[in-house]
């Protein structure tokens, strides 16, 4: 039997692809750089592809000095990323992020053009394109467990997987900017309402759309429990009718 085939090892094979820290998580790692930004006020430093704005001393987003290209754009994001170093951890610090994106997405979004580089998280990289929408690249499925979105949820215009098994969507542009507690608060109970759990919930998770409301911008911040736990009971009975003795996380 080729265990490669199993529902247990997809089950456990995607777990470990999730968290690990060798693809996404180098979450210790300090930026030692000269021009890495002291937390004051905002900023806006000046760069060869364009400019890089920041807000309560933490970065914004990332303005290209022309519309570009996916190729591009990411080439651009690779640049300021390594000499300003936007974010300490996640995708966008390694390098061979950047040719798995190029590769898996050109065909779907190659004439695209882009203008804004919003950032990026464990998982994900996000980039604003030239009619002021949000498409969001991810090695993993951004929606816990399949799970369809929600009220609390950003507005999702597309979504989709490429041939190489990448996930993309284009969602509605939220500003992150004079997020309050009781924005996050409110986001919570919806999440919790909705019967999901939230996770790792900041003033980074959530933003405000045109209409002036809040939404959850990343939606691995609402894990669905219910769904794990179903999963792994499925799993459990699979290795118990094969024989295997497998201790579930």
């Not at 004439?111 to 804004?116: A, H």
């Not at 996050?184 to 309402?193: A, E, G, L």
Request: charge should be positive.
């Amino acid at each position: 039997m080729n265990i490669t085939n199993t529902p247990l090892y997809i089950f456990q094979n995607n777990l470990q692809y999730a968290f690990s820290e060798k693809k996404f998580c180098p979450a210790f790692k300090r930026s030692t750089n000269k021009d890495t930004f002291e937390k004051t006020a905002d900023k806006i430093v000046q760069t060869k592809y364009g400019t890089i704005h920041y807000h309560d001393g933490k970065f914004l987003y990332f303005d290209f000095n022309s519309p570009k290209n996916l190729n591009d754009a990411l080439k651009a994001i690779k640049y300021v990323q390594k000499k300003y170093t936007l974010s300490t951890f996640g995708v966008a610090t390694y390098d061979y992020n950047y040719k798995d994106y190029q590769k898996a997405f050109s065909k779907k979004f190659g004439d695209m053009k882009f203008t804004r580089y919003l950032g990026s998280g464990n998982t994900a990289m996000a980039i604003e394109n030239e009619d002021g929408k949000v498409l969001k690249l991810s090695a993993i499925n951004q929606f816990s467990f399949n799970r369809k979105p929600e009220k609390f949820d950003a507005r999702v215009y597309d979504e989709g997987r490429t041939d190489d098994g990448y996930y993309y969507y284009i969602q509605e542009k939220c500003d992150r900017r004079n997020i309050k507690q009781q924005d996050i608060d409110k986001i919570t109970k919806m999440i919790k309402d909705s019967g999901y759990t939230p996770f790792d919930m900041s003033e980074d998770q959530v933003g405000i759309a045109k209409d002036g409301r809040v939404y959850l911008i990343d939606p691995e911040c609402a894990k669905d429990d219910k769904a794990l736990e179903l999963m792994r009971e499925k799993c459990q009975k699979w290795a118990l009718e094969h024989g295997l003795d497998y201790d579930f996380i």
